[in-house]
């Protein structure tokens, strides 16, 4: 049935269309929660996104495992940057340069504003599909696949003058966010210096933007330029303190991501600076060489002795090398430090948990819950809280808050609709009726039903297909 060369080019204009509406789903991707990264994405996030217009609280930034080095804007007033991005840029000015650009496309609504460039584009489609059409349907097949495939690159290109139009006028939104917030612009320039440098590295043309979605970066840095030189803060330097967080977050990242023997050569023994005190620590540790990871973070914490999120390592180091006892004193202090940071306190009611199955011990298992129940108070999508509460009330007997708790997960993680509908059934049946969490179970439930029709419709299409 489809069988017209034509046809490719169209899909892949509908797909083009498609990922500029929708990005990169974030729950398609693993997504990389760590509490330390997160305050520090609130922290240069908020001026930047108060000179934007924007409520800090409303805007959200997270992290999504994947090695390029890119950043988008979703619907719902989401900004990801890739873990690529982050081991790439040197500079705390390079990211707040680039997150300036993504708080851009948020204030200009551009996700949502998308179908104006879609629009057009597919209206040029459809008509040159019905011209080509008409003309195969005439007996001239050579016309009518030169008429549609000479649609399909004119509506590619009047989207791709549509995207790259936006991303200039994001550009200098950008631009102005980061001179309104007092940051020096140098960081912005130099990130695009790199993709610059990329380009010339791939051999990707230079001085033809008509089949690219953004312009050309020599472009880009042009236009720049001419803003951000005349800002009051260009050249001024980053925030020493900023710069600082940074360079730890970056080291953690290396050491969480990379093999130990590529972190070691990144971060040599001779380097006694605390990003690498701590980058070291996690690849020891991820070769299980338990004492060597302790002792770096020790010297680490020579400096900050009691940093809220190195002891929330030294305490992961040791519940993950089985001395989890060891472990309940560093993570109680990393959670009262952190002001009873959500993550920070996940982890600590899993410690409980264990410790209090391992001692039979009640009052830790009680500790645990009210922990966990804190923690996802904060933070409702935090799957791993959930789990571990699901643990408390198993051990209980308490079937119904067992079954809420797994759907609660089910739901965050991506379960099965079917599976997610079950187990809030079950919560429903045996929860108070009427009760804060029967209502929960109940919503859960509607909405595990709509996930199941909207399968079986899919499903219905592809078997008529």
């Keep these: 049935m489809r069988t017209l060369s034509a046809f490719p080019a169209f899909a892949a204009l509908g797909l083009l269309i498609l990922s500029q509406l929708l990005a990169v789903p974030a729950q398609a991707q693993s997504l990389l929660r760590d509490a330390e990264t997160e305050e520090f994405f609130r922290d240069i996030g908020k001026p930047l996104k108060e000179a934007a217009g924007l409520d800090p609280r409303a805007v959200n930034v997270g992290l999504v495992n994947d090695g390029s080095i890119n950043a988008f804007a979703t619907l719902g007033q989401q900004v990801y940057f890739f873990s690529g991005l982050l081991i790439a840029a040197k500079d705390v000015r390079e990211v707040q340069g680039v997150l300036a650009h993504e708080l851009g496309h948020v204030a200009g609504g551009h996700a949502i504003r998308n179908n104006e460039g879609a629009a057009p584009a597919t209206s040029i489609s459809l008509l040159s599909m019905v011209i080509a059409g008409a003309l195969i349907a005439a007996g001239a097949g050579d ?32 631009a102005r966010f980061l001179e309104a917030a007092g940051v020096d612009g140098v960081g912005m320039i130099s990130f695009f210096r790199q993709l610059q440098g990329d380009e010339y590295r791939l051999a990707i043309p230079q001085d033809n933007a008509y089949n690219r979605t953004h312009p050309l970066s020599g472009e880009r840095i042009s236009a720049l330029e001419n803003v951000l030189e005349r800002s009051p803060y260009w050249k001024k330097g980053a925030d020493p303190k900023l710069q600082a967080r940074y360079q730890r977050i970056r080291a953690k990242l290396i050491g969480y991501l990379s093999n130990p023997e590529d972190t070691l ?138 079954a809420l708790a797994t759907a609660e997960r089910l739901s965050l993680t991506g379960g099965d609709p079917l599976a997610i509908n079950n187990a809030a059934r079950s919560a429903v049946a045996g929860l108070d009726r009427g009760s804060p969490e029967w209502l929960r179970a109940q919503d859960i439930v509607l909405v595990s039903q709509e996930d199941i029709q909207r399968m079986k419709k899919r499903g219905n299409r592809d078997r008529r297909g």
Aim: hydrophobic share 40%; charged share 25%; aromatic share 6%.
């Design 143 to 174: 016309a009518g696949m030169a008429a549609m495939m000479a649609g399909q690159q004119a509506a590619q290109g009047k989207y791709l003058a549509f995207s790259r139009e936006q991303e200039s006028r994001t550009d200098q939104a950008g």
């Design 265 to 402: 050569r990144a971060y040599p023994a001779a380097d006694r600076s605390q990003p690498a005190h701590v980058a070291r620590a996690y690849a020891y540790h991820k070769q299980s060489k338990a004492d060597l990871a302790l002792a770096e973070i020790e010297a680490a914490m020579q400096v900050e002795p009691r940093d809220p999120y190195l002891m929330e390592l030294r305490g992961q180091i040791l519940l993950e090398s089985g001395r989890v006892n060891d472990a309940l004193p560093d993570l109680r202090n990393a959670v009262a430090a952190s002001d009873t940071d959500p993550l920070i306190a996940s982890m600590l009611g899993h410690a409980l948990v264990l410790q209090g199955e391992r001692d039979d011990n009640a009052a830790l298992m009680a500790e645990a819950e009210k922990v966990l129940r804190s923690a996802i108070a904060r933070d409702k999508e935090n799957p791993f809280a959930w789990l571990q509460l699901g643990t408390i009330y198993e051990r209980r007997g308490d079937k119904p808050r067992t």
